[in-house]
């Protein structure tokens, strides 16, 4: 299932509403997790199901949408956020993830 | 504390094999399914295989299809990944990864990653 995010790239203040789409190919329910990953550190899961937010994430970061499409909002960016954010489907094997966005300083 | 260690990462010709380790701890194996997530340098991640608790195979991506065999060691607390007929395209840092539960799901605990180097 092709999982295809947008924007690729975006640049945004500290303080900013950020949104990042992830469409999928095919419908796949809530079947969706979203995870950060900074330069040369492994992911990070940030929420799964499309919209339950992980132990220990802050609760800036939310999700929403089923089917095929999903949203992640940050609600106020923070200087640790400036990050890489991959959606992923876990409706069927081969599991997929987005091209990723890459969220960089304004 | 969970923790897994990959290991086998090296630089070989087009064609070779080599095999991946990772050695876990700090949860039961057997209990959950495990994969291998692999990322080209400053490229995204792409999915490789998965395999659930129970050594069933989740599957593998289809380009290594046919050419990796991801298998696990439960009494050894280990994942494998047996990876035939390498291609440049191959060359990446191969993360595992815990799965949140039994049978194929999503990713809760990533390794360090090991880098895979295909060139001549």
């Known amino acids: 299932i092709q999982m295809t995010q947008s924007p690729s790239s975006l640049s945004a203040s500290v303080g900013d509403r950020v949104t990042i789409a992830c469409r999928a190919r095919?419908?796949?329910?809530?079947?969706l997790a979203w995870y950060q990953q900074k330069p040369g550190r492994a992911p990070k899961l940030l929420l799964a199901?499309?919209?339950k937010l992980q132990g220990g994430v802050p609760s800036r970061f939310s999700g929403s949408g089923s089917g095929t499409d999903f949203t992640l909002t940050i609600s106020s960016l923070q200087p640790e956020d400036f990050a890489t954010y991959y959606c992923?489907?876990?409706?069927?094997?081969?599991?997929?993830f987005g091209g990723g966005t890459k969220v960089e300083i304004k | 504390e969970v923790q897994l260690v990959e290991s086998g990462g090296d630089l070989v010709q087009p064609g070779s094999s080599l095999r991946l380790s990772c050695a876990v701890s700090?949860?039961?194996?057997?209990?959950?399914?495990m994969h291998w997530v692999r990322q080209a340098p400053g490229k995204g991640l792409e999915w490789v295989s998965g395999?659930?608790?129970?050594?069933?195979?989740?599957g593998y991506e289809d380009s290594v299809r046919g050419r990796f065999t991801i298998s696990r060691d439960n009494a050894k607390n280990s994942l494998f990944l047996q990876m035939n007929s390498l291609r440049a395209e191959d060359t990446a840092f191969y993360y595992c990864?815990?799965?949140?539960?039994?049978?194929?799901?999503?990713?809760?605990?990533w390794g360090q990653g090991i880098l895979v180097t295909v060139s001549s």
């Open positions: 990864v815990k799965d949140i539960g039994s049978s194929g799901y999503y990713f809760d605990y």
């Open positions: 700090g949860f039961i194996f057997g209990d959950y399914a």
């Open positions: 395999i659930s608790r129970t050594t069933g195979s989740l």
């Open positions: 095919q419908a796949i329910g809530y079947s």
């Open positions: 199901a499309s919209s």
């Open positions: 992923q489907q876990y409706f069927s094997t081969p599991f997929t």
